[in-house]
Every structure is written in C-alpha cells, then in structure tokens.
T-cell receptor, first 111, second 117 residues
Framework: NAGVTQTPKFRVLKTGQSMTLLCAQD?????MYWYRQDPGMGLRLIHY???????AKGEVPDGYNVSRLKKQNFLLGLESAAPSQTSVYFC??????????FGPGTRLTVL | QQQVKQSPQSLIVQKGGISIINCAYE??????FPWYQQFPGKGPALLIA?????SEKKEGRFTISFNKSAKQFSLHIMDSQPGDSATYFC????????????????FGQGTILTVHP
C-alpha cells in the first residue's frame, strides 16, 4: 500500500516549456487535490476532482490544467511554465470524512 | 474569500516546554478543523482534528482548543521534544464531502516550530 505517490520528485523547466505532474493513489479515494506550497503562504488549492472524469477550479487555477481519466490518477499540467510557478506541488486524496492524505511533493523550478 | 490566519510564523521552544500555535477563521460554515505536521522534504500529515461541537480534543501530548464564538482554534504541544520540530499548518473546511465543500480545506500560512534540546 503505497498511499499517494507523485512523479517526478524534482524538475527544472525553462520559461515557456510544458510539463505534466502525475499523482497516483491506491486507497480508492474519490476526491483528489492539487496544492502548491510557497514560503509564508501555506498550501493553496489549484484544482480538485470529486471523481473520475470530473475536475474543478480551486483558489489559484490560472496557468494550470488537470485531468482525472482514471480514479487512481490525477494529472496536473503546465502548458507554458512561468517563473511564478516555481513552487513545491503536493497532491492529496481523501474519502468522505475530510482527512486528506498527501504525497511527498514535487519541487519545480522555472528559470 | 475564505481565509484562515495562523500565528506565529515561527516559534522557538525549549525541550519540555509548551508550544502554542493559534488560528482564526472567517467562514462560519466551516465544520472541520485539522492540524497538519510537515517535516522537511515530506508531505503534510494529519496530526489531530476537531469538530465544532466540542471545545477541546486531546491526543497524547497534542491538544486542540476550539472557541466557536471567537472563531479561533489553537494547537498546544505539551512537553515539546526536539522531534516535534516541524512546520505546522492549521486548516478549516467542510467534513461532509458529499455536500458542496467536497472535502476542500483552506490552510493557514504555517508555523515553523523549533524545539531546542
């Protein structure tokens, strides 16, 4: 039982490049979330999903897209990376009672 | 905009002392208040959580105090240990993921706790 895993762990991009972050969970959770963590700003919700095939915007969705084609996977895409998207990205999943389980994070640097 | 304000930003405590972190929220519809602990290089992990129908919840050395009328809640770490050194986040949200909240959480800004031996 791996819990929530994220790929890759680290990535460096140049401005304008694109990439996809992969989140996978093996707990059969319906809900999945993408957050970004920046110093002094806590965790801010980017997008979330309440089930396979559904996605919704969170607090800071601009510049990101997501897809949930399979229940266990939640993908976060950056179409044209900007330096402001330099951050640590966390994926989380939850069942109905609110407890969220977090992955280990992806550290992204955009030059 | 839903906000959760957390203080202090950083806290230094001696081993054996009490660590206290405070949070305040605005949205009275929140009904789930968890605290997360994060070690460097790791993802946050749930430490303890409380619902608004009780004023206090204790789990080992960790206690949440909740004041519904003031819209405030706090984390108390008794007998603080160097191993407690981490970043702590409070959060607020709806526990009923079947409703419009969908289990979403709004996080505070985080508190970096350092416990000196």
């Amino acid at each position: 039982n791996a819990g929530v895993t994220q790929t890759p762990k680290f990535r460096v991009l140049k401005t304008g490049q694109s990439m996809t972050l992969l989140c996978a969970q093996d707990m059969n959770h319906e809900y999945m979330y993408w957050y970004r963590q920046d110093p002094g700003m806590g965790l801010r919700l980017i997008h979330y999903s309440v089930g396979e095939g559904t996605t919704a915007k969170g607090e800071v969705p601009d510049g990101y897209n997501v897809s949930r084609l399979k229940k266990q996977n939640f993908l976060l895409g950056l179409e044209s990376a900007a330096p402001s998207q330099t951050s640590v990205y966390f994926c989380a999943s939850s069942y109905s009672k609110g407890k969220q389980f977090f992955g280990p994070g992806t550290r992204l640097t955009v030059l | 905009q839903q906000q959760v304000k957390q203080s202090p930003q950083s806290l230094i405590v001696q081993k054996g002392g009490i660590s206290i972190i405070n949070c305040a929220y605005e949205n009275t519809a929140f009904d789930y208040f968890p605290w997360y602990q994060q070690f460097p290089g790791k993802g946050p992990a749930l430490l303890i959580a409380i619902r608004p129908d009780v004023s206090e919840k204790k789990e080992g050395r960790f206690t949440i105090s909740f004041n519904k009328s003031a819209k405030q809640f706090s984390l108390h770490i008794m007998d603080s240990q160097p191993g407690d050194s981490a970043t702590y986040f409070c959060a607020a949200g709806g526990a009923n993921a079947g409703g419009t909240s969908y289990g979403k959480l709004t996080f505070g800004q985080g508190t970096i706790l350092t416990v000196h031996p």
